[in-house]
């Protein structure tokens, strides 16, 4: 019971952390973040639609699909990393505009590594917040094409249209925040990914 509270409380922590930094310091530049995530905010600064609920609608069909493919453990803590970081996202709104950085640079390093703290606190202890990462199981499983390699075309996606709409700086931009948040690659254990075989 305790290790559960610990793990549910760091995933919030988490959760948290990640969002101030994509509010805080990737939004007021028109900054990209990875993952599903990303592709809700680069809707925003297009039509405004609020990143927290669209990424919640998005996930909600994805989640259906993992339950399918992986353990029960997984999509539970999954489902509540993706509702804790939608409302994250939506709450901490606000810091856009701040602008706590006044510098594009500083505050794309900033944001990359505030991310990168937040996105280590959850998988440390195998958190999630859906998205990507159920894409590339499912792909995965039908394709035999590897979760990373997934999420990595996925990102080149994303930087190609956010190119198209915001040209090569935002994109250079994004792409040192996306390297810096990365990190070492953490692969989750196949125990969590997927459902055993009955």
């Known amino acids: 019971m305790r290790e559960t509270i610990h793990r549910y409380v760091m995933i919030s922590l988490g959760c948290i952390i990640c969002a101030v930094g994509v509010c805080g310091f990737f939004m007021p530049y028109h900054l990209l973040a990875g993952g599903l995530s990303g592709a809700c905010i680069l809707v925003n600064y297009l039509v405004g639609w609020p990143v927290g609920i669209m990424n919640m609608i998005i996930n909600i069909p994805l989640f259906f699909l993992a339950y399918k493919m992986m353990s029960r453990d997984y999509v539970i803590c999954g489902i509540f990393g993706m509702i804790f970081y939608s409302l994250a996202l939506d709450s901490l709104d606000f810091m856009r505009n701040l602008f706590l950085v006044r510098d594009m640079l500083l ?44 999420a990595f075309l996925f990102n080149i996606l994303l930087l190609i249209v956010g190119c198209y709409f915001f040209g090569i700086e935002i994109t ?27």
Do not use: E
């Open 107 to 150: 505050s794309c390093i900033a944001g990359g590594v505030i991310n990168g703290i937040g996105s280590a606190m959850m998988y440390r202890v195998n958190g999630n917040t859906g998205g990507t990462d159920i894409i590339g199981a499912i792909v995965q499983k039908h394709y035999s094409i590897s979760i990373g390699t997934n």
């Open 172 to 198: 250079l931009y994004t792409m040192l925040a996306f390297y810096i948040s990365s990190g070492p690659p953490t692969p989750l254990p196949k125990v969590l990914i997927l459902r055993r075989a009955s």
